[in-house]
């Protein structure tokens, strides 16, 4: 690496000798043309950062937005109500000047709003822009418009910086809901509410930067200079799209074509650029997501009906093993479908089961009556295009096969994704491997999409609802209670009590068995300060800055 930087160099300074021959020969103008170019050069080189990605956004319409790649772009683009301090999970005012008044049925949230506030377009912000942005958000449709549609009654401005969000019944993580980087201010002169109506190609926000040129390969943001917050430490952002390619990401970093990479390289490529950085080429930042990785038992099946059956399938997982096999040390074991991000979490599945306790995989076994001349045979089920999941359902067939003598036996099985997902809500499989990405960073968006059951009974197990959606089909009239509970709850310790006895009754049950927790990382050259990564894996690029001290 250093001896090509030295042939660079002279590279360079050839060419640098070159151009004062020709100024000298020319006299007149050159120099002028010389320093201009040298001064514009030296300037784009500090005030712009290249951030390559392989995730392509399919909209970045807030209101059709449902995936990271668009999220992340509108994450910088546009402003909230209220947002989380970076790199964290506490909640504040952003738009709003202070956390909502609630009254006393919570059912309606009073929210004061910024003044001063300027659209990328030069409208002004005030409540009737931002009541527009929120209705517009449920009525045209979106992919994520149930978030707000299935919760609010009515939104109206009841002053000129203040509106009034009404809601269906109370929900203690609403304040969070608002914080979803969809329910952004957007300018009611560049947008229309309607079914349908979504600009994919544009954005015209109130965020700290605004979108200047948006390619199937790239795209362009510069810094808003009339924001009204905490302005970027650079002066925009070069977004490199390598769709779906870790490997050309990888190789764009390592050869110097971005400053930052973020989102997705393999874990084979992740340890070796943590190598990289630990031998001082590059910077590694690494975080803790907040997306759960599990395994869904389906109750209403043989022989995962039985509970003796999950609880034995439950103590035979190894997290730590799968974690330093499959994902190469890239992961955290968690014990409870909520994660470790949150000060709710509760270890649940290490009390009960531990990791790879053969003594109580073989008491449930026997328990039931299956041994190596009765074997029982579950279904591991899991997307084909999740490499992980494809050698975990290996390593569980390798291990029972060798540690419990084929009394268990695993039979692992794929199918195309879109398939999966559609046979998964249907209650097809046994059991089935996949995630959980947050909507919004509450406890809640753990426990109400996979837990919670619209309709059924002890009897016919979920028929509607989140766990039916999930594939566990898990119906618990005592969770389905607290999980109410809890979203009514106001007081945060009252709350934390009630998250404990769901996930208690949720590990004696086992209609899930959670595995991991992910880890994000993100990689930058030496130089580059500011990188980093939120729990809910958008990514700040306000922060970033070139330290052009620092030498190649």
């Given at each position: 690496?250093?001896?090509?930087?030295?042939?660079?160099?002279?590279?360079?300074?050839?060419?640098?000798?070159?151009?004062?021959?020709?100024?000298?020969?020319?006299?007149?103008?050159?120099?002028?043309?010389?320093?201009?170019?040298?001064?514009?050069?030296?300037?784009?080189?500090?005030?712009?950062?290249?951030?390559?990605?392989?995730?392509?956004?399919?909209?970045?319409?807030?209101?059709?937005?449902?995936?990271?790649?668009?999220?992340?772009?509108?994450?910088?683009?546009?402003?909230?109500?209220?947002?989380?301090?970076?790199?964290?999970?506490?909640?504040?005012?952003?738009?709003?000047?202070?956390?909502?008044?609630?009254?006393?049925?919570?059912?309606?949230?009073?929210?004061?709003?910024?003044?001063?506030?300027?659209?990328?377009?030069?409208?002004?912000?005030?409540?009737?822009?931002?009541?527009?942005?929120?209705?517009?958000?449920?009525?045209?449709?979106?992919?994520?418009?149930?978030?707000?549609?299935?919760?609010?009654?009515?939104?109206?401005?009841?002053?000129?910086?203040?509106?009034?969000?009404?809601?269906?019944?109370?929900f203690a993580a609403f304040t969070s809901l608002l914080a979803y980087p969809g329910?952004?201010?957007?300018?009611?002169?560049?947008?229309?509410?309607?079914?349908?109506?979504?600009?994919?190609?544009?954005?015209?926000?109130?965020?700290?930067?605004?979108?200047?040129?948006?390619?199937?390969?790239?795209?362009?943001?510069?810094?808003?200079?009339?924001?009204?917050?905490?302005?970027?430490?650079?002066?925009?952002?070069?977004?490199?799209?390598?769709?779906?390619?870790?490997?050309?990401?990888?190789?764009?970093?390592?050869?110097?074509?971005?400053?930052?990479?973020?989102?997705?390289?393999?874990?084979?490529?992740?340890?070796?650029?943590?190598?990289?950085?630990?031998?001082?080429?590059?910077?590694?930042?690494?975080?803790?997501?907040?997306?759960?990785?599990?395994?869904?038992?389906?109750?209403?099946?043989?022989?995962?009906?039985?509970?003796?059956?999950?609880?034995?399938?439950?103590?035979?997982?190894?997290?730590?093993?799968?974690?330093?096999?499959?994902?190469?040390?890239?992961?955290?074991?968690?014990?409870?479908?909520?994660?470790?991000?949150?000060?709710?979490?509760?270890?649940?599945?290490?009390?009960?089961?531990?990791?790879?306790?053969?003594?109580?995989?073989?008491?449930?076994?026997?328990?039931?009556?299956?041994?190596?001349?009765?074997?029982?045979?579950?279904?591991?089920?899991?997307?084909?295009?999740?490499?992980?999941?494809?050698?975990?359902?290996?390593?569980?067939?390798?291990?029972?096969?060798?540690?419990?003598?084929?009394?268990?036996?695993?039979?692992?099985?794929?199918?195309?994704?879109?398939?999966?997902?559609?046979?998964?809500?249907?209650?097809?499989?046994?059991?089935?491997?996949?995630?959980?990405?947050?909507?919004?960073?509450?406890?809640?968006?753990?426990?109400?999409?996979?837990?919670?059951?619209?309709?059924?009974?002890?009897?016919?197990?979920?028929?509607?609802?989140?766990?039916?959606?999930?594939?566990s089909s898990y119906y618990s009239d005592r969770v389905n209670q607290l999980i109410?509970?809890?979203?009514?709850?106001?007081?945060?310790?009252?709350?934390?009590?009630?998250?404990?006895?769901?996930?208690?009754?949720?590990?004696?049950?086992?209609?899930?068995?959670?595995?991991?927790?992910?880890?994000?990382?993100?990689?930058?050259?030496?130089?580059?300060?500011?990188?980093?990564?939120?729990?809910s894996q958008t990514f700040p690029f306000w922060t970033i800055a070139r330290n052009?001290?620092?030498?190649?």
């Amino acid at each position: 690496m250093k001896i090509l930087a030295f042939f660079k160099q002279w590279r360079k300074l050839g060419q640098l000798l070159t151009l004062v021959l020709l100024c000298f020969t020319l006299a007149v103008g050159c120099n002028r043309e010389q320093n201009s170019l040298q001064v514009q050069t030296t300037n784009n080189n500090r005030d712009r950062i290249n951030i390559g990605t392989t995730l392509q956004p399919r909209t970045l319409d807030p209101a059709d937005s449902y995936e990271l790649a668009g999220l992340m772009v509108i994450y910088n683009l546009g402003d909230t109500l209220y947002t989380y301090q970076v790199g964290t999970t506490h909640l504040e005012p952003q738009l709003a000047t202070a956390m909502p008044k609630i009254s006393e049925d919570g059912l309606t949230y009073t929210i004061p709003l910024r003044q001063g506030v300027i659209f990328h377009d030069g409208t002004p912000f005030n409540a009737e822009a931002m009541v527009f942005s929120l209705k517009r958000f449920i009525e045209n449709g979106g992919e994520p418009s149930f978030l707000l549609k299935d919760t609010v009654t009515r939104i109206e401005a009841t002053g000129e910086y203040e509106i009034a969000i009404k809601i269906k019944q109370p929900f203690a993580a609403f304040t969070s809901l608002l914080a979803y980087p969809g329910a952004c201010a957007v300018s009611p002169q560049a947008y229309e509410i309607g079914a349908g109506k979504f600009n994919p190609m544009k954005f015209v926000g109130t965020g700290p930067y605004k979108l200047v040129q948006y390619k199937s390969d790239s795209l362009r943001l510069e810094a808003f200079d009339r924001y009204w917050g905490e302005k970027p430490k650079n002066q925009g952002i070069d977004l490199q799209i390598y769709v779906g390619n870790p490997a050309n990401l990888y190789n764009a970093f390592r050869s110097g074509a971005v400053d930052v990479a973020y989102q997705s390289f393999v874990p084979q490529q992740i340890r070796k650029l943590q190598e990289g950085a630990t031998s001082g080429s590059w910077q590694a930042i690494e975080t803790l997501g907040s997306a759960v990785n599990f395994m869904a038992l389906n109750i209403n099946l043989e022989p995962t009906k039985q509970r003796v059956i999950r609880e034995a399938i439950a103590s035979l997982i190894d997290r730590p093993f799968l974690i330093d096999r499959v994902l190469q040390g890239q992961g955290e074991p968690v014990y409870s479908l909520i994660p470790k991000t949150f000060d709710v979490y509760k270890p649940v599945f290490d009390e009960l089961y531990g990791d790879n306790n053969l003594d109580k995989v073989k008491q449930f076994l026997a328990e039931a009556g299956y041994s190596a001349d009765n074997p029982v045979t579950v279904e591991l089920w899991h997307s084909s295009t999740s490499v992980n999941f494809s050698i975990v359902t290996a390593i569980l067939k390798a291990i029972a096969k060798r540690d419990l003598d084929g009394a268990i036996q695993f039979e692992p099985n794929s199918i195309a994704r879109t398939a999966f997902f559609g046979y998964v809500s249907q209650g097809i499989y046994q059991t089935s491997f996949s995630n959980w990405y947050p909507d919004f960073l509450d406890a809640d968006n753990f426990v109400y999409p996979l837990l919670h059951c619209a309709k059924g009974s002890d009897a016919t197990g979920c028929e509607e609802g989140g766990s039916q959606n999930q594939g566990s089909s898990y119906y618990s009239d005592r969770v389905n209670q607290l999980i109410e509970q809890q979203r009514q709850e106001q007081n945060p310790d009252k709350r934390k009590a009630i998250f404990a006895q769901i996930q208690e009754i949720m590990a004696r049950d086992v209609p899930y068995i959670p595995l991991w927790q992910t880890k994000d990382y993100a990689f930058a050259k030496n130089g580059i300060a500011g990188v980093t990564i939120n729990p809910s894996q958008t990514f700040p690029f306000w922060t970033i800055a070139r330290n052009m001290s620092v030498t190649k």
